[in-house]
């Protein structure tokens, strides 16, 4: 048993033993034999990659932005070779893919999450996965050839335009980029940023949301996504945007303008008015990765916490940390909290499997706000089990962190999905009066029917300087 692997007193417990009882139903035979390859892949040959990788990335801001570490591709062969590679792209709904379905992905992105080079190495990484969706989805035969492809093979990478920096974007209705007509071409002009992938030099394509009928009455037909390669003339990334001040590099968070950026008209995507109905395909199961992935990066971070509690060669007060009972009742908070969270993550993806990413719009906002939230609070005990160190950055603790706290944001903030999912629950409440109600007055007739007076049974009806009658 190679030590890299080890996760118990025992031994190891593989992923697929580990499985949830309520999934493993779900989950094909060669699904559960390629989970614990991508585990071993991930424990044994990302993780230890990530350091290479950052060394790799250079120094300099732009030395680091025109990076492509050499360890990525190494890892993309061995990938590959293993088979580890598209599982994103779900069986009953992209035959491109590896043939999984969204709960096996979902079990497998869980390990994907533990690492910052493993999702890229198996060509499962944000936000080329929801772009390569949508192109395969929406595209047309072209589009595919032109692009779907080389992102398929993990040659080029991509970026999605949406967010704006004058308005508030988590209303996709303000976008106010402009996709104009004319002749062949479509012409467009505005500003984007949180691009993210756009500072990287394999980035060759980004799927850009705006406007080609801004007045148009319906404000959900105004929109369109069309298809910008990197390097049409008028596009001009002016700089990168830091999350808590890591740059996030070679990928990174473009703010961009466009000035007369012309493309052909055959980059529309589905055609003018259709940008409301490709955005809410796309942020479906991405929604999902970035929930699967965090319930990895909460494990990782309780195995990390778990790690100094049983280090002896640091004793606060004379006792190892795991003797401290409030650390053991943290450690048993997070187990409790990071399984119920994936739970609640598998229920999605099973739902989405079942019918589509629309049928599981409940599901999806559900895991898009709890998830988040307990990884940030699992990933905060463990920093504090660690003291200074857990800030710095001799843990990957503090750069989960930072990465964990913008799950609260990216793909629309939690204020949304909980206002949407407040409003959905709400549509129940005059039934729910009515029923309740309805129940009242039966149990008051039945009452009736066995000769009960159907009153209050603390009912006393006593006036002052009287006693009750009753
Ligand atoms: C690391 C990172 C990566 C990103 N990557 C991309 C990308 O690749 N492409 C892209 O297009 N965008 C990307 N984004 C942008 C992200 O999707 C937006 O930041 C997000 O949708 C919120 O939009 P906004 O920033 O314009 O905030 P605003 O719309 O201005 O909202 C600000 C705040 O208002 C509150 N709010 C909003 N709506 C409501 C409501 N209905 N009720 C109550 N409060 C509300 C929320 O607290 C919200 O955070 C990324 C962001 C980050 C941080």
């Known amino acids: 048993m190679s030590e890299l692997l080890v996760n118990s007193q025992h031994g190891h417990l593989s992923a697929s033993q580990r499985v949830p009882a309520m999934a493993r139903p779900f989950v094909s035979e060669r699904a559960m034999k390629t989970l614990d390859l991508v585990e071993k892949f991930v424990e044994e040959e990302c993780i230890p990659a990530d350091d290479v990788y950052t060394r ?18 190494d890892l993309k062969v061995k990938a590959r070779k293993l088979g580890l590679w598209n599982m994103f792209l779900p069986k009953n709904h992209f035959k491109e893919g590896a043939g999984f379905s969204n709960l096996e992905y979902g079990l497998m992105a869980e390990y994907l999450g533990k690492s910052r080079v493993a999702s890229e190495a198996t060509n499962c990484a944000a936000p080329d996965t929801g772009n390569m969706e949508v192109i395969a989805k929406y595209g047309s035969d072209d589009q595919k050839k032109r692009w779907l492809q080389p992102l398929l093979e993990g040659k080029i990478r991509s970026a999605f335009l949406m967010t704006e920096p004058q308005v508030a974007s988590s209303d996709a209705t303000n976008i106010e980029m402009t996709i104009k007509r004319d002749g062949d071409s479509y012409v467009l002009n505005g500003s984007k940023w949180w691009s993210s992938g756009i500072g990287d030099p394999r980035c060759e394509i980004y799927i850009v949301l705006g406007k080609t009928a801004p007045n148009d ?27 808590f001040g890591y740059d996030d590099a070679p990928h990174g968070h473009g703010h961009v303008t466009f000035q007369n950026v012309r493309v052909p008209a055959s980059n529309m995507v589905l055609g003018e008015g259709k940008g409301f109905e490709i955005i809410q395909g796309r942020l479906g199961p991405g929604r999902i990765h970035h929930a699967m992935r965090s319930i990895g ?53 099973i739902t989405i499997d079942e019918s589509n990413a629309k049928g599981a719009l409940k599901e999806i906002a559900e895991v898009k706000v709890l ?30 962190y930072a990465q964990g706290r913008t ?48 009153k209050d049974r603390l009912h006393l009806d006593r006036k002052s300087g009287e006693v009750s009658k009753l």
Not at 58 to 70: D, K
Request: with cysteine; aromatic share 4%; glycine share 8%.
């Open 297 to 349: 990066q909460a494990e990782k971070a309780l195995e990390w916490m778990l790690a100094r509690l049983n280090d002896d060669r640091k004793q606060p007060f004379g006792e190892m940390l795991h003797k401290h009972g409030i650390m053991l009742e943290r450690v048993a908070r997070s187990r409790i909290e990071i399984d119920a969270a994936r739970l609640a993550v598998l229920n999605a993806a």
């Open 217 to 243: 009455p319906n404000k959900y037909a105004q929109q369109s996504v069309i298809l910008v390669p990197h390097n049409t003339p008028g596009i001009t990334v002016h700089r990168m945007l830091s999350v």
């Open 56 to 73: 790799q990335i250079g120094e300099t801001t732009a030395e680091r932005f025109a990076s492509h570490p050499q360890i990525i591709e």
């Open 407 to 454: 799950m609260r944001i990216v793909d629309g903030p939690d204020e949304v999905h909980l206002l949407q999912l407040g409003k959905n629950e709400n549509k129940r409440g005059k039934a729910h009066l009515e029923r309740i109600d309805a129940q009242i007055a039966k149990g008051k007739a039945l009452c009736r029917e066995y000769g009960i007076e159907p």
């Open 371 to 400: 998830v988040p939230a307990m990884n940030l609070t699992v990933i905060d005990r463990a920093i504090q089990a660690y003291g200074g160190g857990g800030v710095s950055q001799d843990t990957p603790l503090a750069n989960m």
